[in-house]
């Protein structure tokens, strides 16, 4: 029985520290995930858009950089949309004369 009342209190507190953790970094997390859906929005409009490919060809050319990015062409607007989920999104668009440019 007591053996039981301790495996409780260490678990508990490993849960607890899990937690503070999680909010001592959540923001370097959030800033991580919304700089790799820009640089996977804006790498994506380029390959697309300057470079003529196609949406799943340009989005293997990020997959090992940005394994946790998914990535939604928006071929009417000339647009990519990327996001990390709970942590950050980006789209970048096409303009003629200057590129993919961020939104």
Request: proline share 3%.
């Amino acid at each position: 029985m007591v053996h039981r009342d301790w495996a409780k209190w260490i678990l508990g507190a490993m849960l607890c520290l899990l937690a503070l953790f999680g909010w001592w970094k959540w923001a370097d997390w959030q800033s991580a995930g919304a700089a790799g859906a820009a640089y996977a929005a804006r790498i994506t409009c380029s390959c697309r858009y300057i470079g003529g490919r196609d949406a799943k060809s340009c989005t293997r050319d990020i997959r090992e950089d940005a394994w946790a990015v998914s990535v939604q062409d928006e071929p009417e607007e000339k647009a990519v949309r990327a996001s990390v989920p709970l942590l950050g999104s980006a789209r970048a668009v096409f303009r003629p004369g200057y590129g993919c440019m961020m939104e």
